[in-house]
């Protein structure tokens, strides 16, 4: 009982007075529905104008599924009826408010659209808790508005709606939740032209969007969630403001710098094939393509993002050339303002060969709190040092972080041939004691990557550095400390200067709901410091 209660007064303490009196007055309100809308004006009609087309997307729902009432997420088949029911007891919270989005509705023709959303309005009353979430209301109304459907039935719910959502906005969480719903208020505004009380709630939203520009972003460009995923959703937020918003709007520049940086950062953090690196809470299947980004922002702006290798700020060191891409987060592990989507993963990297995923972060597999969820958060689930077998930060309940600290003293240089980069981590000094502090060494040159990793401190500890293969890397054992790494047509030759090692089974998440067996190699020594463990990957041979 003691333990639980230090672990909320630490999350508690990472939040501001505002965050934490927000969480709990929204509680409240929803309890005792006490929620007020405003009259709905006469002769409502809205209609959005943008620049370009807006980018669609829905990866798990076709045509035929929606109108026989089928919804499918993360690799979940639910079958609602005809009509459909909008509100199953049977689907999990975050399965139940997937469908409220309307992602899907580009897929099927305006008439279809109307009647399944006027199905929706009959069933859905105002103030019910996932239907009228306020980030349901965000992407829901956002759907709803860019399909320009013409009905009032339609436009009289998306005014109410957004008249609820000005009124009960996140701002208790400051982070993409937040920035949707600025986004939506701001489709709103300009939706509906002046009528009615739209003009507040167009610069509501433009006050959110502006204060985030500062609050969110980090001075490079990095989203300050430390997660590529929500770093990719903010860019397609941001671009969609922009898509819309006249340029006349004092507001429109400052939007447009900053998604310069965040376009750059979106790029260069994307592997070969396209897709980010999977660091903290990201799944390759959430949110638009990168790419389709990418290519987004700059038909709206015309700006064309640039490769970077280095952002000091968020602690993103990258290196490619024509053999590898390595990206390393050595970063803060969290904001203390928004640390939901945080994982224990400071000297994490990932890194492809041959354009290849080579060594993965496990990924995130679900949001539900479960021991899989745990596992995904924790130390031993990155490529970077665990000791005895505890995380480099106190994580729990499935979005909530107790303790954590912050690297230290980060050096990195880098040249045509290669990089080198060191790093200091001494938060286990304070959640296991001992005077424990782990240095991490990388070096790259020629085509071989060494990475050392030193434990000084006091008594005796299980010190354990992970290397997490992506599921398509075969291990051949060659003898001794010396494996080869064998993927398609593609051969590495890893070996163990320091330490010993172990293969284990493990599990990579590439997306939400989809998990495949992989193998992890474990370089380990259990002993007192000084420890010294460390390996070898030579990448010269490009195939066999």
Same mark, same amino acid.
């Given at each position: ?30 309890? /005792? ?58 689907? %999990? ?105 739209? %003009? ?9 969007? +502006? ?27 941001? =671009?969609?403001?922009?898509?819309? $918003? ?32 999977? /660091? ?79 060594? =993965? ?17 924790? +130390? ?18 499935? /979005?909530?972080?107790?303790?954590? /600290? ?56 299980? =010190? ?31 070996? =163990? $200067? ?44 490009? %195939?066999?």
């Amino acid at each position: 009982m003691i333990e639980k209660i230090k672990l909320y007064f630490y999350a508690v303490r990472n939040l501001t007075f505002k965050q934490t009196a927000g969480r709990v007055f929204a509680q409240i309100k929803r309890r /005792f529905k006490l929620y007020r809308i405003p009259k709905t004006p006469n002769n409502l009609a809205g209609e959005i104008e943008s620049r370009i087309p807006f980018n669609e997307y829905d990866p798990w729902n076709n045509k035929e599924d929606i109108l026989k009432g089928i919804f499918n997420f993360s690799y979940e088949k639910n079958e609602l009826g005809n009509p459909i029911n909008w509100n199953p007891k049977f689907m %999990s919270d975050s399965c139940r408010l997937q469908i409220h989005f309307f992602n899907f509705l580009y897929l099927i023709n305006d008439a279809q659209k109307i009647d399944l959303i006027h199905g929706w309005i009959r069933q859905n009353k105002t103030g019910d808790e996932i239907s009228w979430h306020p980030y349901s209301i965000s992407l829901r109304i956002f759907s709803w508005m860019r399909a320009n459907l013409n009905d009032p039935v339609i436009d009289e719910s998306i005014y109410r709606q957004a008249a609820f959502l000005y009124r009960n906005n996140e701002f208790y969480i400051p982070a993409n939740h937040y920035l949707e719903n600025a986004r939506a208020l701001i489709f709103a505004g300009l939706y509906f032209d002046k009528n009615g009380e739209s %003009s507040k709630w167009l610069s509501k939203g433009l006050k959110i969007i +502006t204060q985030a520009l500062t609050k969110q972003v980090e001075a490079d460009g990095a989203y300050y969630e430390k997660s590529p995923m929500y770093h990719n959703i903010a860019v397609q937020i941001f =671009v969609d403001i922009l898509n819309v $918003l006249p340029k006349t709007f004092d507001e429109y520049n400052e939007i447009y710098s900053t998604v310069e940086k965040m376009a750059d950062f979106l790029k260069s953090i994307l592997h070969p094939d396209g897709k980010f690196a999977q /660091f903290s809470d990201s799944s390759l299947e959430m949110g638009n393509p990168p790419n389709v980004i990418l290519n987004y922002t700059f038909e709206v702006t015309g700006y064309k993002a640039k490769f970077k290798n280095t952002f000091e700020t968020s602690g993103h060191y990258i290196f490619k050339n024509e053999t590898i891409y390595l990206a390393l987060d050595a970063g803060s592990m969290a904001d203390r303002r928004m640390s939901g989507h945080t994982h224990a993963d400071i000297f994490n990297y990932e890194l492809s060969f041959n354009s290849k995923r080579f060594i =993965v972060d496990t990924g995130t597999g679900t949001y539900h709190p479960t021991k899989e969820r745990d596992v995904m958060r924790s +130390t031993r689930a990155h490529n970077t040092l665990c000791i005895d077998g505890k995380s480099q930060a106190e994580l729990w309940n499935s /979005f909530r972080v107790g303790r954590f /600290f912050d690297p230290k003293n980060i050096k990195w240089n880098i040249n045509e041939n290669g990089f080198i980069f060191e790093g200091e981590f001494d938060g286990y000094s304070k959640l296991i004691g001992d005077s424990l502090i782990h240095k991490r060494f990388m070096r790259f040159e020629n085509n071989r990557l060494k990475i050392e990793d030193q434990v000084r401190g006091e008594n005796h500890h299980l =010190v354990e550095s992970m290397v997490h293969l992506h599921p398509s890397v075969n291990i051949i054992d060659k003898g001794g400390k010396i494996l080869i790494l064998k993927s398609e047509e593609s051969i590495a030759q890893f070996e =163990v $200067l320091e330490g010993e090692f172990k293969v284990e089974d493990s599990v990579y998440y590439p997306e939400m709901g989809l998990g495949i067996p992989n193998k992890s190699i474990v370089i380990f020594a259990n002993s007192a410091p000084p420890i010294n463990l460390s390996y070898l990957i030579n990448f010269s041979p490009q %195939s066999k």
